[in-house]
């Protein structure tokens, strides 16, 4: 069973730092695109970054400059390392993995992780 499990959410204060951390875990055979997106109540889910395999990069406007999206092909890991977090950065910050194979010839299928929270807050 293929399970997106999240780390690194929690309390900064304005102006800090937090890496968040995503691993794809299970009988993988192979992960294509991989981001992050947030989600605030009453709000639609908005892109925060992507990464695909080969580590060509896209981020929201909100959060250019200010966070870095990498990953780790041989772990199926993905990280988002945010600096000069805002108030307006606190939201539940959910790892996709877009298309996700289990073995060569099995159909893809993309996968959402539960979701960690991230305060920014004095």
């Known amino acids: 069973q293929v399970q997106l499990v999240e780390s690194g959410g929690g309390l900064v204060q304005p102006g800090g730092s937090l890496r968040l951390s995503c691993s794809v875990s299970?009988?993988?055979?192979?992960?294509?695109?991989m981001g992050w997106y947030r989600q605030t109540a009453g709000k639609e889910r908005e892109l925060v970054a992507t990464?695909?395999?080969?580590?060509?990069?896209d981020y929201g406007d909100s959060v250019k400059g200010r966070f870095t999206i990498s990953r780790d092909n041989a772990k199926n890991t993905v990280y988002l390392q945010m600096s000069s977090l805002k108030p307006e950065g606190t939201a539940d910050y959910y790892c996709?993995?877009?298309?996700?194979?289990?073995?060569?010839?099995?159909?893809?299928?993309?996968?959402w992780g539960q979701g960690t929270q991230v305060t920014v807050s004095s």
């Open positions: 299970g009988n993988i055979f192979s992960v294509s695109a």
């Open positions: 996709n993995a877009e298309s996700v194979k289990t073995y060569r010839f099995s159909r893809p299928r993309e996968y």
């Open positions: 990464i695909t395999t080969n580590k060509i990069t």
